[in-house]
Structures are given as C-alpha cells and as structure tokens.
C-alpha cells in the first residue's frame, strides 16, 4: 500500500543552527502534503500545508520564516527549522493526501540543545 | 483552544472485553472524523471514519458512534486484543476543507491485557 517515508527520525541539533526534515510518498504522487507537530502530552497540531509548486499555507501562530517548507516535486516536502531553539524540540509529522484518503509518515524527533 | 478532546489519557481492558474510546468536539464547522492508532515510532494508521451525515459506522471488531447534537463520538472495538494495545487518536476535518487538515485529540492509550 502507500508509504510516506520521514528522514530522519532522530535529529539533535545545536540551537541557532538550521536542520531538515525530509517527507517523502514513496509509490504516489502528492501534490498535497501537510505538516504537524507534536509537544509532550499535547495532540498533534497542524502547522502547514504544503502545496507542490507554491507556496506552502501556514496555520495561525506558526511562523513561516522560521518552518520553511518547500514542495518541490511530487513525492518530496521539506520542513527546514532555521535558526532553530530548545523549545523547537519536538515530534515533527508529515501526510500526504491521495484523493481522500491520508497516510502519516513515521515522525521525526528534533532535540535542540 | 482544544477543539477535539480525549479525556482519558489511557484505558485498560482485559482481552475479549469491549473497549470504549471517546471523543469531544467544539467546532460545530466539523462533518467527518476519523480514528487513527499509533504504535510507537511509527505514523499514524487509518482506523475508521464517519461522516456527520451518519450516526454509526462499522468495520470489523471497530465501530464509531456520532453523537451529533452532544458533540461526542466514541470508538468501539469487541472483542478488544493483545494487539489493539497503542495510542488511538480521534481527527476531525471541517467541511470545505482539505481531507488532510486534521484536528487531533491528545490522544488515549489503549493497554490489552492478555
């Protein structure tokens, strides 16, 4: 079946530095992908959709120069945290969306120290 | 603002029993929920669905109810296995909107005991 692969699943970075966080669909082509976080004890919120070949949408509080988000082909987003701080560290989770139905892929652990 | 609410942060049932996982909502602009589970270090898996325009939805050992006029929808699974044990997830999406815009409960735990 559909596989939306996440690379990589444990990164520890140093604050003030930037890091990515690869969405891939690995047998499906995606125009729309979407990208959420996740603090301890608290859901999953979205933070952007992103659209292939524009601009990405941005949900209310996330800032869009600080998550870069680029969706340059059909099977690949990236989340880029830039400048990234302690309380960046999180769980970041992307889907993709095939018709109407979506497919979450495996998270990525971000610890800034 | 939590518009999608699991109250109970974790349940415990004894195999072959019923598990009841329940849900609340706010945001009267949602028509079509969702039910995800979770293992560890793995993405969310599709479990089963509803719309607004249904009260109930079967699939197998999994039913969701809607409960429309009190906001509230819950997941049922009989019989409950060993291999149901992982954090179930309640999604909602408002219509008009992307499938894939998803509002998400804090989720609950779900623990089978053999």
């Known amino acids: 079946g559909a596989v939306v692969s996440q690379h990589p699943s444990w990164v520890i970075c140093k604050s003030g530095t930037s890091v990515k966080i690869e969405c891939r669909s690995l047998?499906?082509?995606?125009?729309?992908m979407f990208w959420y976080r996740q603090f301890p004890k608290q859901s999953l919120m979205l933070m952007a959709t992103?659209?292939?070949?524009?601009?990405?949408?941005?949900e209310q509080g996330v800032e869009k120069d600080k998550f870069l988000i680029n969706h340059a082909s059909l099977t690949l987003s990236t989340l880029t945290v830039t400048s990234a701080h302690p309380e960046d560290s999180s769980f970041y989770i992307c889907?993709?969306?095939?018709?109407?139905?979506?497919?979450f892929g495996e998270g990525s652990w971000l610890t800034v120290v | 603002d939590q518009q999608v609410k699991q109250n109970s942060p974790s349940l415990s049932v004894q195999e072959g029993r019923i598990s009841i996982l329940n849900c609340d909502y706010t945001?009267?602009?949602?028509?079509?929920f969702l039910w995800y589970k979770k293992y560890p270090a793995e993405g969310p898996t599709f479990l089963i669905s509803?719309?607004?325009?249904?009260d109930k939805n079967e699939d197998g050992r999994f039913t969701v109810f809607l409960n429309k006029s009190a906001k509230h929808l819950s997941l049922h699974i009989v019989p409950s296995q060993p291999g149901d044990s992982a954090v179930y997830f309640c999604?909602?999406?408002?219509?008009?909107?992307?499938?894939?815009?998803?509002?998400f409960g804090q989720g609950t735990i779900l623990t089978v005991h053999p």
């Open positions: 999604a909602a999406n408002a219509g008009g909107t992307s499938y894939g815009k998803l509002t």
């Open positions: 889907s993709a969306e095939q018709g109407n139905t979506i497919y």
């Open positions: 047998d499906f082509q995606a125009t729309t």
């Open positions: 509803i719309s607004s325009i249904k």
């Open positions: 992103s659209n292939e070949g524009s601009k990405a949408t941005y």
């Open positions: 945001n009267s602009m949602f028509d079509y």
